[in-house]
Protein backbone atom coordinates (compact mmCIF):
# COMPACT_ATOMS: atom_id res chain seq x y z
CA UNK A 1 0.00 0.00 0.00
CA UNK A 2 1.01 3.36 -0.89
CA UNK A 3 1.56 5.66 2.19
CA UNK A 4 0.62 9.06 1.58
CA UNK A 5 2.50 12.13 3.95
CA UNK A 6 0.93 15.63 3.77
CA UNK A 7 2.55 18.23 5.79
CA UNK A 8 1.80 20.54 7.69
CA UNK A 9 -1.28 19.28 9.20
CA UNK A 10 -2.56 22.43 9.51
CA UNK A 11 -1.79 26.04 9.07
CA UNK A 12 -2.99 29.77 9.04
CA UNK A 13 -2.63 32.87 6.89
CA UNK A 14 -3.94 35.77 6.58
CA UNK A 15 -6.74 36.86 3.44
CA UNK A 16 -4.49 37.33 0.63
CA UNK A 17 -1.47 35.31 1.54
CA UNK A 18 0.04 32.21 -0.12
CA UNK A 19 -0.86 28.81 1.55
CA UNK A 20 1.64 25.87 0.62
CA UNK A 21 0.67 22.42 1.32
CA UNK A 22 2.92 19.50 0.92
CA UNK A 23 2.36 15.86 0.33
CA UNK A 24 4.81 12.95 -0.14
CA UNK A 25 4.05 9.30 -1.57
CA UNK A 26 6.15 6.27 -0.04
CA UNK A 27 7.01 5.09 -3.92
CA UNK A 28 7.00 7.16 -7.42
CA UNK A 29 3.54 7.93 -8.55
CA UNK A 30 4.67 8.77 -12.03
CA UNK A 31 4.79 6.40 -15.02
CA UNK A 32 6.66 7.64 -18.22
CA UNK A 33 4.78 8.46 -20.88
CA UNK A 34 1.91 9.08 -18.84
CA UNK A 35 1.87 11.23 -15.73
CA UNK A 36 1.24 11.35 -12.16
CA UNK A 37 -1.39 9.94 -10.57
CA UNK A 38 -1.66 12.55 -8.19
CA UNK A 39 -5.02 14.46 -6.60
CA UNK A 40 -5.79 16.93 -4.24
CA UNK A 41 -9.49 17.72 -3.18
CA UNK A 42 -10.65 20.07 -0.84
CA UNK A 43 -13.13 19.10 2.19
CA UNK A 44 -15.52 21.81 3.65
CA UNK A 45 -17.01 20.92 6.96
CA UNK A 46 -20.53 18.31 6.62
CA UNK A 47 -19.45 18.10 2.78
CA UNK A 48 -17.77 15.15 0.27
CA UNK A 49 -14.51 15.80 -0.85
CA UNK A 50 -14.54 18.22 -3.69
CA UNK A 51 -11.73 17.34 -6.78
CA UNK A 52 -9.46 20.37 -7.02
CA UNK A 53 -6.65 19.47 -9.34
CA UNK A 54 -5.57 16.12 -10.45
CA UNK A 55 -2.01 14.52 -12.97
CA UNK A 56 -0.64 16.45 -9.84
CA UNK A 57 -1.21 19.72 -11.76
CA UNK A 58 -4.53 19.77 -13.78
CA UNK A 59 -7.70 22.17 -12.29
CA UNK A 60 -10.87 20.40 -12.51
CA UNK A 61 -13.44 22.45 -14.42
CA UNK A 62 -14.45 25.03 -11.90
CA UNK A 63 -11.76 25.49 -9.99
CA UNK A 64 -10.17 28.88 -9.40
CA UNK A 65 -6.97 29.42 -10.88
CA UNK A 66 -5.48 30.44 -7.84
CA UNK A 67 -5.08 26.91 -6.95
CA UNK A 68 -2.28 25.28 -8.34
CA UNK A 69 -0.09 21.70 -8.12
CA UNK A 70 3.05 21.14 -9.00
CA UNK A 71 6.03 18.09 -8.51
CA UNK A 72 6.74 14.85 -9.42
CA UNK A 73 7.71 11.48 -8.73
CA UNK A 74 7.01 11.22 -4.71
CA UNK A 75 6.95 14.84 -4.06
CA UNK A 76 3.98 17.04 -4.53
CA UNK A 77 2.78 21.09 -3.33
CA UNK A 78 -0.91 22.33 -3.21
CA UNK A 79 -0.54 26.28 -3.32
CA UNK A 80 -3.08 28.46 -2.87
CA UNK A 81 -2.37 31.90 -4.10
CA UNK A 82 -3.99 34.73 -2.59
CA UNK A 83 -5.87 32.95 0.31
CA UNK A 84 -9.66 33.38 0.45
CA UNK A 85 -12.61 33.59 3.40
CA UNK A 86 -14.28 29.98 1.34
CA UNK A 87 -10.68 28.28 1.12
CA UNK A 88 -11.16 27.48 4.39
CA UNK A 89 -10.99 23.45 4.64
CA UNK A 90 -9.42 20.73 4.73
CA UNK A 91 -6.91 19.60 2.09
CA UNK A 92 -5.91 15.98 0.92
CA UNK A 93 -3.84 14.26 -1.56
CA UNK A 94 -4.34 10.97 -2.81
CA UNK A 95 -2.39 8.88 -4.97
CA UNK A 96 -3.96 7.09 -7.85
CA UNK A 97 -1.43 4.66 -9.26
CA UNK A 98 -1.91 1.77 -7.35
CA UNK A 99 -5.98 1.09 -6.39
CA UNK A 100 -7.23 1.48 -4.12
CA UNK A 101 -6.41 4.54 -3.85
CA UNK A 102 -4.76 5.70 -0.53
CA UNK A 103 -5.31 9.63 0.66
CA UNK A 104 -2.48 11.43 3.03
CA UNK A 105 -3.56 12.79 6.76
CA UNK A 106 -5.19 15.80 5.78
CA UNK A 107 -4.25 19.67 6.03
CA UNK A 108 -6.32 21.89 7.88
CA UNK A 109 -6.36 25.29 6.27
CA UNK A 110 -7.50 28.23 8.78
CA UNK A 111 -7.18 31.85 8.19
CA UNK A 112 -5.17 33.99 10.81
CA UNK B 1 -25.95 13.61 -14.62
CA UNK B 2 -24.16 11.50 -12.28
CA UNK B 3 -25.62 11.19 -8.81
CA UNK B 4 -24.71 8.42 -5.76
CA UNK B 5 -26.66 8.12 -2.68
CA UNK B 6 -25.71 5.79 -0.14
CA UNK B 7 -27.83 4.44 2.16
CA UNK B 8 -28.16 1.77 5.25
CA UNK B 9 -28.49 1.88 9.31
CA UNK B 10 -27.17 5.21 10.83
CA UNK B 11 -27.02 2.98 13.99
CA UNK B 12 -25.13 -0.44 14.21
CA UNK B 13 -24.21 -2.59 17.42
CA UNK B 14 -20.77 -4.03 18.22
CA UNK B 15 -20.11 -7.53 15.99
CA UNK B 16 -23.05 -6.48 14.06
CA UNK B 17 -22.38 -6.83 9.98
CA UNK B 18 -22.94 -3.56 8.40
CA UNK B 19 -24.32 -3.45 5.33
CA UNK B 20 -24.72 -0.15 3.08
CA UNK B 21 -25.97 0.33 -0.32
CA UNK B 22 -24.93 2.69 -2.94
CA UNK B 23 -27.28 3.82 -5.32
CA UNK B 24 -25.92 5.25 -8.54
CA UNK B 25 -27.53 6.90 -11.63
CA UNK B 26 -26.27 8.54 -14.80
CA UNK B 27 -23.75 6.00 -15.74
CA UNK B 28 -23.52 2.33 -16.13
CA UNK B 29 -21.39 -0.33 -14.33
CA UNK B 30 -21.05 -2.45 -17.36
CA UNK B 31 -18.55 0.58 -19.03
CA UNK B 32 -15.23 -0.16 -19.65
CA UNK B 33 -13.21 1.08 -16.46
CA UNK B 34 -16.10 2.12 -14.52
CA UNK B 35 -16.37 1.65 -10.89
CA UNK B 36 -17.36 2.08 -7.77
CA UNK B 37 -15.91 2.47 -4.40
CA UNK B 38 -16.89 3.20 -0.56
CA UNK B 39 -14.29 5.51 1.38
CA UNK B 40 -14.99 6.34 4.88
CA UNK B 41 -13.93 9.02 7.28
CA UNK B 42 -13.80 8.93 11.17
CA UNK B 43 -15.16 12.12 12.62
CA UNK B 44 -12.69 14.43 12.27
CA UNK B 45 -10.16 11.92 10.91
CA UNK B 46 -8.93 11.60 7.16
CA UNK B 47 -10.02 9.46 4.32
CA UNK B 48 -9.84 5.79 3.95
CA UNK B 49 -10.35 3.84 1.04
CA UNK B 50 -12.52 0.70 1.39
CA UNK B 51 -13.18 -1.27 -1.28
CA UNK B 52 -13.93 -1.03 -5.30
CA UNK B 53 -15.44 -3.11 -7.97
CA UNK B 54 -15.34 -2.83 -11.48
CA UNK B 55 -17.50 -3.08 -14.37
CA UNK B 56 -15.36 -6.54 -15.22
CA UNK B 57 -15.91 -7.83 -11.50
CA UNK B 58 -12.43 -6.85 -10.27
CA UNK B 59 -12.69 -5.76 -7.14
CA UNK B 60 -9.99 -4.05 -4.58
CA UNK B 61 -10.21 -4.22 -1.05
CA UNK B 62 -8.27 -2.20 1.86
CA UNK B 63 -5.38 -4.19 3.02
CA UNK B 64 -6.20 -3.54 6.07
CA UNK B 65 -9.89 -4.31 6.47
CA UNK B 66 -10.48 -7.06 3.48
CA UNK B 67 -10.70 -9.94 5.56
CA UNK B 68 -13.84 -8.02 7.20
CA UNK B 69 -15.53 -6.29 3.75
CA UNK B 70 -17.52 -7.63 0.36
CA UNK B 71 -18.20 -5.47 -2.26
CA UNK B 72 -20.80 -6.96 -4.86
CA UNK B 73 -22.79 -5.08 -7.89
CA UNK B 74 -26.43 -5.42 -9.13
CA UNK B 75 -25.88 -3.37 -12.06
CA UNK B 76 -29.93 -4.32 -13.04
CA UNK B 77 -30.66 -2.03 -9.90
CA UNK B 78 -27.27 0.52 -10.16
CA UNK B 79 -26.77 -0.48 -7.11
CA UNK B 80 -23.30 -1.15 -4.94
CA UNK B 81 -23.41 -3.17 -1.66
CA UNK B 82 -20.88 -3.66 0.65
CA UNK B 83 -20.76 -5.73 3.77
CA UNK B 84 -18.13 -4.90 7.16
CA UNK B 85 -18.20 -7.92 10.23
CA UNK B 86 -17.86 -7.40 12.98
CA UNK B 87 -18.67 -3.62 14.03
CA UNK B 88 -16.28 -1.72 16.49
CA UNK B 89 -17.47 1.06 17.56
CA UNK B 90 -14.03 2.70 16.50
CA UNK B 91 -15.88 2.40 13.06
CA UNK B 92 -17.95 4.97 13.49
CA UNK B 93 -17.49 6.98 10.71
CA UNK B 94 -19.34 9.05 7.84
CA UNK B 95 -19.26 6.48 4.80
CA UNK B 96 -19.03 7.62 0.56
CA UNK B 97 -19.84 6.22 -2.29
CA UNK B 98 -17.44 7.35 -5.10
CA UNK B 99 -17.63 6.79 -9.02
CA UNK B 100 -14.49 5.48 -10.19
CA UNK B 101 -12.91 5.37 -13.90
CA UNK B 102 -10.05 4.05 -15.71
CA UNK B 103 -10.06 0.84 -13.46
CA UNK B 104 -9.51 2.73 -10.79
CA UNK B 105 -6.69 4.84 -12.11
CA UNK B 106 -8.44 8.09 -12.41
CA UNK B 107 -9.46 10.68 -9.44
CA UNK B 108 -12.91 10.95 -7.98
CA UNK B 109 -15.00 13.40 -9.46
CA UNK B 110 -18.43 12.38 -8.10
CA UNK B 111 -19.11 11.39 -4.18
CA UNK B 112 -21.92 10.73 -2.59
CA UNK B 113 -22.98 12.85 0.28
CA UNK B 114 -22.31 10.71 2.86
CA UNK B 115 -23.82 8.58 5.46
CA UNK B 116 -23.19 8.63 8.88
CA UNK B 117 -23.01 5.18 10.78
CA UNK B 118 -22.64 4.77 14.62
CA UNK B 119 -21.39 1.31 16.08
CA UNK B 120 -22.29 1.54 19.84
CA UNK B 121 -20.85 -0.87 22.49
Known amino acids: EIVMTQSPDSLAMSLGERATINCKSS???????????LAWYQQKAGQPPKLLLYWASTRESGVPDRFSGSGSGTDFTLTINSLQAEDVAVYYCQQYYNPPPTFGQGTRVEIK | QITLKESGPTLVKATQTLTLTCTFS??????????VGWIRQPPGKALESLAFIFWDDTKRYSPSLKNRLTIRKDTSKNQVVLTMTDMDPVDTATYFC?????????????WGQGSLVTVSS
Open chain 2, 98 to 110: TQSRESGHYPFQY
Open chain 2, 26 to 35: GFSLTSSGVG
Open chain 1, 27 to 37: QSLYISGHNNY
